[in-house]
């Protein structure tokens, strides 16, 4: 009922900086958790970031807090991750992700999660 769109992966260099969108179509984002996993070539797909229905509440992964900010846009059908600081460790495909949840915490495993972008690619060269 929900399709997902990543869009703005790319190469960038260590330390810098990139802002990742995951578009939706079919249904309005309202009442839908959003969240943000990735997965290196050769390791399972992890957790990245979360952001409840309200838009307020978000939970990250240890590895990118401080470092990566979700927040979305409910007008729009949109949902952003900005991304920096970053290091090589933090190359892979990233994935965008809903469920319905009016809950305030977000879920932070892949199934709570019923719909999936095909991901878009964010390399960070050394």
């Known amino acids: 009922q929900v399709q997902l769109v990543e869009s703005g992966g790319g190469l960038v260099q260590a330390g810098g900086s990139l802002n990742l969108s995951c578009a939706a179509s079919?249904?309005?984002?309202?009442?839908?958790?959003l969240g943000w996993f990735r997965q290196a070539p050769g390791k399972e797909r992890e957790f990245v970031a979360a952001?409840?229905?309200?838009?307020?509440?978000?939970s990250y992964a240890d590895s990118v807090k401080g470092r990566f900010t979700t927040s979305r846009e409910n007008a729009k059908n949109t949902v952003y991750l900005q991304m920096i600081r970053l290091t090589p460790e933090d190359t892979a495909v990233y994935y965008c992700?809903?469920?319905?949840?009016?809950?305030?915490?977000?879920?932070?495993?892949?199934?709570?999660?019923?719909?999936w972008g095909q991901g878009t690619q964010v390399t960070v060269s050394s």
């Open positions: 952001i409840a229905w309200d838009g307020i509440h978000t």
């Open positions: 079919g249904r309005t984002l309202s009442n839908y958790a």
């Open positions: 992700a809903a469920t319905v949840s009016r809950a305030a915490w977000v879920g932070i495993h892949r199934d709570n999660y019923d719909y």
